[in-house]
């Protein structure tokens, strides 16, 4: 293990596949859009990951990845089990973050805001879209709850697929939330770490951006 920790921390990586003008725009959603894009374009493996931190009533924060999978002009929507470990959190503590990391292009992007939950509607469409298997795993699965053995998930799933032989209606308990962002950082890679970071951190309810760089 050592070793191999030396060989890593001794690879020491230049940071040189871009930069960060002051030309970003006043738009952080729109900014963000492009290099969203950039990261599809470029073939970055899971670009829609993004690693949402959630706190506890104890403010132990918890991280876990999941799937951006629309982004409307309030936010950026995901989608999961209200009733999980992060489901819980949120809603207990609507502030969170969320975290882009695109090392094809030497890129992060944080973000801070609130969360709330999207209409019915849109939770409605997006299950629909989703494949048969998805939709009884969603049955299936109480997420984050504990698990016997895996042989009651799948016993589970054979129940509801039995159950809804054919059309699966979304679970009460499964649902879109929209990230509403209350702050974007995005950071670029530079050579001898002097990385470009530029802050859009929104001033009032309007869209009023201060925007700013940070030391690296
Ligand atoms: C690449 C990737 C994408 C994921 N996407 C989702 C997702 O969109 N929704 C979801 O509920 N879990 C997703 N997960 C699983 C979560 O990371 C996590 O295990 C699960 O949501 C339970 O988290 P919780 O116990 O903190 O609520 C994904 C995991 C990976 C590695």
Same mark, same amino acid.
């Given at each position: 293990?050592?070793?191999?920790?030396?060989?890593?921390?001794?690879?020491?990586?230049?940071?040189?596949?871009?930069?960060?003008?002051?030309?970003?725009?006043?738009?952080?959603?729109?900014?963000?859009?492009?290099?969203?894009?950039?990261?599809?374009?470029?073939?970055?493996?899971?670009?829609?990951?993004?690693?949402?931190?959630?706190?506890?009533?104890?403010?132990?924060?918890?991280?876990?990845?999941?799937?951006?999978?629309?982004?409307?002009?309030?936010?950026?929507?995901?989608?999961?089990?209200?009733?999980?470990?992060?489901?819980?959190?949120?809603?207990?503590?609507?502030?969170?973050?969320?975290?882009?990391?695109?090392?094809?292009?030497?890129?992060?992007?944080?973000?801070?805001?609130?969360?709330?939950?999207?209409?019915? +509607?849109? %939770?409605?469409? @997006? !299950?629909?879209?989703? *494949? =048969?298997?998805?939709?009884? /795993?969603?049955?299936?699965?109480?997420? &984050?709850?504990?698990?016997?053995?895996?042989?009651?998930?799948?016993?589970?799933?054979? +129940?509801? %697929?039995?159950? @809804? !032989?054919?059309?699966? *209606? =979304?679970?009460?308990?499964? /649902?879109?939330?929209?990230?509403?962002? &209350?702050?974007?950082?995005?950071?670029?890679?530079?050579?001898?770490?002097?990385?470009?970071?530029?802050?859009?951190?929104?001033?009032?309810?309007?869209?009023?951006?201060?925007?700013?760089?940070?030391?690296?």
């Amino acid at each position: 293990m050592e070793e191999f920790l030396n060989k890593i921390r001794d690879d020491h990586h230049n940071f040189d596949k871009g930069e960060l003008s002051d030309h970003v725009g006043n738009d952080p959603f729109a900014f963000f859009h492009d290099w969203f894009k950039e990261a599809v374009t470029v073939q970055q493996p899971e670009a829609n990951a993004f690693v949402l931190s959630t706190v506890n009533a104890k403010f132990q924060p918890s991280s876990r990845v999941l799937y951006i999978k629309e982004l409307t002009e309030e936010g950026m929507v995901f989608f999961t089990n209200y009733s999980s470990q992060k489901g819980e959190e949120l809603e207990n503590s609507p502030l969170c973050s969320a975290l882009f990391f695109w090392p094809s292009l030497e890129r992060q992007i944080r973000i801070e805001g609130i969360v709330s939950k999207v209409s019915s +509607e849109v %939770s409605d469409a @997006y !299950f629909k879209s989703r *494949p =048969r298997e998805s939709q009884l /795993g969603a049955w299936a699965s109480q997420q &984050s709850q504990q698990l016997e053995n895996r042989e009651q998930l799948i016993q589970r799933f054979k +129940e509801f %697929s039995q159950l @809804y !032989f054919e059309e699966v *209606p =979304r679970p009460p308990h499964w /649902g879109g939330y929209v990230l509403k962002p &209350s702050k974007f950082e995005f950071w670029q890679g530079r050579p001898s770490r002097l990385h470009d970071r530029i802050v859009f951190d929104r001033m009032d309810a309007n869209n009023e951006w201060n925007i700013y760089r940070k030391n690296p």
